[in-house]
Every structure is written in structure tokens, then in C-alpha cells.
């Protein structure tokens, strides 16, 4: 009868062993990095939306959008398209960023001239759509500004 209680009392304790080992074994995340978009949407009259030429997009604490003169901070495989798709809601814009997801960024909207229009700071709800829970992966942002008059 005793030998029947250790064996039992070792089975239990192998279980919960086995059972907790299972809770700390890291997920083994392939080493690849990837890119974040942000897609901007710009609205306001036609006559303001037209007027900006460039938008820029900064995502982190502390952070300012990248001067034009800045080097670019992608490498230009994924720089961003160079003019804005068309809607019935305004123009936008498809942004590249690092893969952090904050939940505020940085947006600015440009002239011709390279000068700001406006810079505004916006809450983003990121959305992933690639990789894993566990290991993270490619997502998007949506923000919509209102170009000044």
C-alpha cells in the first residue's frame, strides 16, 4: 500500500513539473525584422488637400518627423510612394515605419516647398496582419488630419 502512495506521489509531482515546464519554454520567434505602415488620410477642401506635397510620419516617445533633408531612416526599398492615392475621403498616403506600434505618432504635412502645413500628434490603433501573437509581425495604423486652410 505504501509503494502504491510514492509512485502515486510521484506521478502528481512529475505532472505539475512537466505541466509548469511547458509555461516557461520561450517561443522561439524566427530573427527577421519587418516594416509598420502608417496610412495617412488627409481631408479637408480641395484646395487645402492639394496644397500638401509630402507627408511624414514619426512613431516613438520624444519624436519629430524627419526634416526633408534628413537621411531617410528606411532603406529605400521601402521608402514611401512619392504622391498620395485619391479618395472620396481625401488623399492618402501610405507611410513605412519601424516595427514598434505605438499607440501615438507624429504626423506632418508639407508644401511644395518642403515647409510645414501642420504637425500633429494622433493616437494610432495598430492592426496586425502577418506573423504571429507571440512573435509579433507586419501591421497598419489608420489616422486621418485635417489639412489647414
Given at each position: ?42 481631408s ?50 501610405r ?45 497598419t ?9
Amino acid at each position: 500500500m505504501r509503494g502504491r502512495r510514492v509512485w502515486a506521489a510521484t506521478g502528481a509531482a512529475l505532472s505539475v513539473l512537466t505541466t509548469a515546464a511547458c509555461g516557461i519554454v520561450p517561443t522561439a520567434c524566427p530573427a527577421i525584422g519587418w516594416t509598420n505602415t502608417v496610412v495617412v488620410t488627409v481631408s479637408g477642401s480641395d484646395g487645402s488637400v492639394d496644397a500638401v506635397r509630402d507627408v511624414a510620419v514619426c512613431t516613438g516617445t520624444g519624436c519629430t518627423p524627419p526634416a526633408p533633408s534628413d537621411p531617410p531612416v528606411l532603406p529605400p526599398e521601402v521608402a514611401p510612394a512619392p504622391s498620395p492615392t485619391s479618395t472620396a475621403a481625401g488623399a492618402v498616403w501610405r507611410l513605412p515605419v519601424l516595427m514598434g506600434t505605438p499607440d501615438r505618432a507624429v504626423v506632418e504635412l508639407r508644401d511644395a516647398a518642403d515647409r510645414p502645413l501642420l504637425t500633429e500628434t494622433v493616437r494610432t490603433r495598430w492592426i496586425r496582419y502577418g506573423g504571429s501573437e507571440q512573435c509579433g509581425g507586419p501591421s497598419t495604423a489608420e489616422v486621418t488630419v485635417r489639412a489647414p486652410r
